[in-house]
């Protein structure tokens, strides 16, 4: 398993259930440590599974302490001019960020961090059915909340 790829995956993971670069950061960091500290000789199909675990408690961990939610960082530069891409991204990710929590990390687990099907079932406890079943669901009311608002998608 190649750590510097798998700790740029988790941050992204952890970043994205934060919404706080320096809370991200932290809380990656302190998955790898408690991953090295159990010492545990895995199956190499079974690490990542358990790095995300490790992760995802940690991420209902921070939100439980702060009991708010935090506010991602933006950028407000006035004279920046948005193209149809950024605009649509935008869009898609308002969408994303009003479906349920456990939708948004499928999303997340699936397309942002690349993970196959396999591993979302270990880290989520669902089955390969009900991953496939949800995802296509979740892309399909994506793609209709797009088209209503005008939007185009790929």
Do not use: C, H, V
């Given at each position: 398993m190649d750590l510097s790829e798998q700790y740029d995956k988790i941050y992204r993971y952890c970043y994205f259930k934060v919404h706080h670069c320096q809370t991200a950061e932290d809380i990656t960091q302190e998955?790898?440590?408690?991953y090295f500290s159990k010492n545990l000789s895995l199956d190499?199909?079974?690490e990542l599974p358990y790095l995300y675990t490790i992760a995802r408690n940690l991420c209902i961990e921070e939100y439980r302490k702060?009991?708010?939610e935090i506010?991602?960082?933006?950028?407000?530069?006035?004279?920046?001019?948005?193209?149809?891409?950024?605009?649509?991204s935008i869009a898609l990710k308002e969408l994303i960020y009003?479906?349920?929590?456990?939708?948004?990390?499928?999303?997340?687990?699936?397309y942002a961090n690349e993970l196959p099907i396999a591993s979302i079932c270990k880290i989520t406890g669902l089955s390969r059915f009900a991953i496939?079943?949800?995802?296509?669901?979740?892309?399909?009311y994506l793609k209709t909340e797009l088209q209503r608002g005008g939007f185009s998608y790929e």
């Open positions: 998955t790898f440590l408690r190499s199909s079974k702060n009991s708010k506010i991602s960082e933006t950028n407000d530069d006035p004279g920046y001019d948005p193209t149809e891409e950024w605009i649509n009003k479906l349920p929590q456990d939708e948004q990390e499928l999303l997340l687990l699936r496939y079943r949800k995802i296509s669901r979740i892309l399909k």
